[in-house]
């Protein structure tokens, strides 16, 4: 079975400092999707950041980038120029890239990083 | 719709009464989910479909929950018999599976309390 760590339960960053959430998972698969979700007070997942795990370079959306390491099955959120929009709790989750047949795309979620940028 | 709705956004009934979930998913999207979050958790997986039919069903907790999506689009999660327990925010997602990019598009939820 699948499982997704997240040890950081609240997190704090000055205003356009950096921060960096960590995230550690558990598969025996090979071929999988990591992500980084975003859930604002307004409680609507919002997809931050996606990495396919077959692929070696680590994903980048503009002031958001991610640290992949497949062998030590670890994939931290580096958020960088920190802004006030950006409180709010991160998810890390987890999901089968199998195809066709018995792949459900079901995410596994971590519990979570309450990060509060302030001011 | 441009998103996921749900409705309602909000919702308190008392122990024992029924209730119904409405998740409108993302015009085109066949694949449907329903995830619960309970206060503090990242969410769970309850159902998914893929079309009209429950592909998997393994995460719904026992036979007071059931979720329907007749026509292919709208889906409903209907409870039975609440109780205190249930109380959390359903969270419908839906995708569109022919991309194959893993990537869901959630809806705001709906939070549900049990008195």
């Known amino acids: 079975a699948q499982t997704v760590t997240q040890s950081q339960p609240e997190m704090s960053v000055q205003e356009a400092e950096t921060v960096t959430l960590s995230c550690t998972y558990d598969t025996s698969e090979n071929n999988y999707y990591l992500f980084w979700y975003k859930q604002p007070p307004s409680r609507q997942m919002i997809l931050v950041i996606r990495q396919e795990a077959y692929k070696q370079q680590n994903a980048t959306e503009n002031r958001f980038s991610v640290n992949f390491q497949k062998a030590a099955k670890s994939f931290s959120l580096k958020i960088s120029d920190s802004q006030l929009g950006d409180t709010a709790m991160y998810f890390c989750?987890?999901?089968?890239?199998?195809?066709?047949?018995?792949?459900?795309?079901?995410?596994?979620w971590g519990l979570g990083t309450s990060l509060a940028v302030n001011p | 719709g441009a998103g996921v709705s749900q409705t309602p956004s909000n919702k308190v009934t008392e122990k024992g009464k029924y209730v119904e979930l409405r998740c409108d998913p993302i015009?085109?999207?066949?694949?449907l989910y329903w995830y619960r979050q309970s206060l503090g958790q990242g969410p769970e997986f309850l159902i998914y479909?893929?079309?009209?039919?429950?592909?998997?069903d393994s995460g719904l907790p026992n036979d007071r929950f059931f979720a329907v999506r007749p026509e292919g689009s709208v889906s409903t999660l209907k409870i039975q018999r609440t109780e205190r327990g249930d109380s959390a925010v359903y969270l419908c997602a839906s995708s569109r599976v022919a991309a194959n990019t893993g990537e869901l598009f959630f809806g705001e939820g709906s939070r549900l309390t049990v008195l």
């Open positions: 479909f893929q079309g009209t039919g429950a592909a998997d």
């Open positions: 989750a987890f999901m089968k890239a199998r195809y066709g047949a018995g792949n459900n795309r079901k995410l596994i």
């Open positions: 015009s085109g999207h066949t694949a």
